[in-house]
């Protein structure tokens, strides 16, 4: 057997409070010092059932109730530890590292090891070789949360919600957070490193093996470094090529949100958007109208601009149509606030910054009644070169395309160019709708649970728990809303 040395990189990444039927037992290690992160004893009110007095202990309490969900979903004869810490992490007024988690080491030629020369991460390992391969550590997973998220130039006007109901508001829920960044420890990574191809381990790792380059009809494990780092940035030909998570997929994704150039011909098509957690939602008829620009009028802050960061300065041109604004200056919210009361049926945010994956918008505002959507950089230049001889656009899902999927429904893995580090190719694609819990961008209506998460985890070696369901049996009409990249939260990701 040979074992991984600790990994220096952390992956980043409505129940009642009733006890969980667990069929694997996961510990919470608390790793913090007197007075601090799990010990703290600031008073708290108990929230959302979580009994605990002290920030300390609900802390604690939300921790090892995440830990409950995933020890009734998988299946072990061996206790799972998780060396757990809340402790000041990165962050500034507008952006924080929330947190991370992944496995404290990772194992080969173990006793029942499916594979040769594979990497498995530790906790995967002692299930499949019933005993604990690391019974000296603290932890299988290890796991570090930002302690000063919330207070002063630090993600100022956010909070955590350590309620166990997931009735979070506009805070950030820990629960579901720790189920995403559980899942890397258990598994829902790979040890390759998507900027270089290069395996960190020398061999490859189990999760490697189910990667799939449609376009080469590769998996990775087959390639070379360089294959790998090339493979790395082709958005939308990366999958996952295994049958727990294909089979799932028809009764878990829905229809994929669509903005449709249907003028002028040059330019018409599909193009692939980013959704809000705010505004209207989606749906097959969609919403059409002409696209038109924004703009601000010039104020003493400065001249016009087209970031609707202010109220229009021709509301009467942007009223009956579909707004095209600017990504940057301030929040989303407020950009749609702005050009709904103008009059506008619907807007489209680009990005102004490169990328091959539309992002999610974050905000919470009730008063938004219109769909709001985002495309990239180089469809809102394209878009916005063609305003002047008049541009024809609709809003929509379209339901022949499973929104995450390839047309074999194999689920897209992330793969943008350029490599976001930390989240390519360890996550799903953020094209999935609804929203899952192991995309690289979570979402504030996230339900305290796994979808498609479980079928990987399977596909690698972990059993399911008996009895546990599969994921539902029809997809969620709701809106596919993300929020925040994973690890890190940004108010307006300018």
């Known amino acids: 057997m040979r074992s991984l040395r600790a990994v220096s990189l952390l992956w980043l990444g409505a129940l009642a409070a009733a006890p969980l039927a667990a069929t694997v037992r996961i510990t919470i290690v608390n790793a913090n010092e007197a007075g601090v992160g799990f010990n703290d004893a600031t008073p708290a009110t108990p929230v959302g059932g979580n009994p605990g007095t002290t920030v300390g202990q609900q802390r604690l ?10 020890g009734a979903l998988i299946d072990s004869d061996v206790e799972i530890r998780i060396k757990a810490s809340f402790e000041p992490l990165d962050c500034d007024a507008t952006t924080a590292t929330l947190g991370a988690a992944g496995p404290a080491t990772s194992v080969q030629g173990f006793t029942n090891a499916p594979l040769a020369r594979t990497w498995y991460v530790v906790a995967l390992a002692n299930r499949i070789a019933g005993r604990d391969l690391a019974p000296t550590a603290p932890g299988h997973i290890v796991a570090r949360f930002n302690s000063n998220v919330g207070t002063a130039g630090c993600l100022e006007g956010s909070s955590w919600y350590y309620g166990l109901d997931n009735q979070h508001g506009d805070a950030l829920d820990l629960v579901s957070v720790l189920l995403h960044e559980f899942g890397h420890g258990l598994g829902f ?24 380059d449609t376009s080469t009809g590769t998996h990775w494990n087959a390639m070379t470094a360089a294959d790998r780092k090339a493979s790395a940035i082709r958005t939308g ?61 010039a104020d003493a802050a400065g001249p016009a601009t087209t970031d609707a960061c202010s109220a ?14 600017d990504r940057g200056t301030c929040f989303f919210t407020v950009k749609a606030h702005n050009v709904q009361a103008a009059g ?57 395309h499973l929104s995450g999927a390839d047309s074999a ?23 999935a709708y609804p929203h899952l819990l192991m995309q690289p961008n979570n979402s504030s209506d996230l339900p305290h649970t796994v979808d498609l998460t479980l079928p990987l985890l399977q596909d690698i070696g972990w059993e399911a728990a008996p009895g546990t369901e599969p994921p539902p049996g029809s997809p969620r009409d709701a809106v596919h809303r993300v929020v925040r990249p994973d690890s890190t939260r940004d108010v307006e990701r300018p």
């Open 61 to 70: 309490n939300a921790f090892q109730r995440a830990a409950d969900l995933w």
């Open 189 to 212: 990574l790979t040890l390759t490193d998507p900027e270089t191809g290069e395996e960190f381990l020398h061999d490859p790792d189990v999760f490697e093996t189910h990667i799939l």
């Open 237 to 297: 030909a990366v999958v996952w090529d295994s049958p727990s998570v294909t089979a799932a997929v028809p009764n878990t994704l829905s229809g994929r949100p669509t903005l449709t150039v249907t003028e002028p011909a040059a330019i018409a098509g599909d193009l692939p958007v980013g959704t809000a957690d705010f505004g209207a939602a989606l749906t097959v008829a969609g919403v059409s109208g002409d696209l038109v620009a924004a703009t601000d009028a």
């Open 312 to 325: 229009l300065d021709d509301a009467a041109a942007v009223a009956g149509k579909v707004a095209l604004v």
């Open 344 to 400: 506008a049926i619907g807007m489209v945010l680009a990005n102004n910054v490169p990328d091959t994956s539309a992002l999610g918008m974050t905000g919470d505002d009730d008063s938004i009644t219109i769909p709001v959507v985002s495309v990239t950089q180089a469809s809102g230049a394209t878009l916005r070169a063609n305003l002047a001889g008049g541009v024809a656009v609709r809003l929509r899902v379209d339901p022949n």
């Open 409 to 431: 429904n194999r689920m897209l893995l992330f793969a943008p160019n350029p490599v976001q580090t930390g989240s390519s190719t360890s996550h799903w694609d953020s094209s």
